[in-house]
């Protein structure tokens, strides 16, 4: 089939792989427009336009999708369907329209679970012990299509959010690319999503990664993972804003306060509203990540210190 692809950041360049490989012909690429970035905030190409870019591939910027100007290159191109992957960007009627098979979106959770932006980090988040990804056609609403196909895949107990989109990421791209062959050999059947089941997954913010050392260690564990790597889980120490990496729960350590740290010899633990968490990396404002100790013994944590 003729495909142009929209998509934006890395997680969606596997789709674009297995997209190339696939004999269908990819005409364009669809993405956000060049960002600033960088201490010197010069413009940075999107993951999916540089890889564009290094495969002589057009690539169309439109702010909107809806100006006029793209929607008139999109009808000139004729593609027989849009795959997306992460786009970025509210696609009106009027462009879902213009391909015969539409817009068919590849989204990293099982459908109508954790429609949203961000439906790895609140699967972590709240303790879901199965996810997936899901295809289904784009419609005007959030996530709502019918779904034509999915994959599975088991949350791990040491997952980050980075870890499984990474996974989900390359099994979504072989979904992704069976469904478009379904579509051209006419075998491809949507069904609809049950009204039952339905969660929703707004963009995680610098607040939701802020840890709650008030919460049950189990809590705090799959904050900060759902929050790696970005927004970026952190906390404050003396009035500070340090960063965290991954933490584990230690059913037989000593009995702290929320907050609370203590530095042993070979770890420092931190306390919560049940057991203390063993500290990861700790990456202090204007500087390196480092492990637990070796920022403990830099910071001379004096005992009873704690975090806020």
């Not at 890889?51 to 999708?65: M, R, S």
């Not at 539409?102 to 439906?119: E, K, Q, T, Y």
């Not at 120490?237 to 070979?266: H, I, M, N, Q, W």
Request: glycine share 10%; aromatic share 4%; hydrophobic share 45%.
């Amino acid at each position: 089939m003729r495909l142009v692809f929209a998509g934006t950041p890395a997680v969606a360049v596997p789709a674009l792989d297995a997209i190339a490989a696939s004999g269908h012909e990819l005409l364009a690429v669809v993405t956000r427009p060049d960002a600033p970035a960088g201490r010197g905030r010069s413009l940075v190409r999107s993951p999916v336009g540089a890889w564009a870019d290094a495969h002589g591939v057009e690539v169309l910027t439109p702010a909107k999708p809806r100006e006029p100007e793209f929607l008139d290159r999109l009808r000139d191109l004729a593609p027989d369907c849009v795959p997306v992957v992460a786009y970025g960007a509210l696609v009106p009627p009027v462009a879902l329209e213009i391909p015969r098979h539409g817009w068919i979106n590849l989204h990293f959770s099982l459908l109508p679970a954790w429609r949203g932006a961000a439906p790895v980090q609140h699967a972590v988040l709240h303790g879901d012990e199965l996810t997936g990804a899901s295809v289904f056609q784009l419609e005007e609403g959030l996530d709502t299509g019918p779904v034509y196909g999915t994959v599975t895949d088991e949350i791990r107990p040491t997952d980050t959010s980075g870890d499984l989109l990474e996974r989900l990421a390359h099994s979504g791209a072989g979904l992704l690319v069976a469904v478009l062959d379904a579509l051209e050999a006419g075998t491809a059947r949507a069904e609809p999503q049950p009204a039952d089941g339905v969660t929703l997954a707004p963009k995680l913010t610098v607040e939701d990664a802020r840890v709650r050392w008030s919460d049950p260690a189990f809590a705090v564990d799959r904050r900060i993972r759902a929050g790696t790597p970005a927004p970026g889980p952190w906390t404050t120490f003396r009035g500070d804003r340090v960063k965290l990496g991954p933490v584990t729960p230690v059913a037989d350590g000593p009995e702290l306060k929320p907050g609370e740290l203590l530095v042993e010899k070979s770890r420092v633990l931190a306390g919560t509203a049940t057991v203390p968490v063993r500290l990861g990396e700790v990456r202090a404002a204007g500087k390196k990540a480092m492990s637990a100790s070796d920022w403990a013994r830099g910071a001379r944590v004096a005992a009873g210190e704690v975090f806020a």
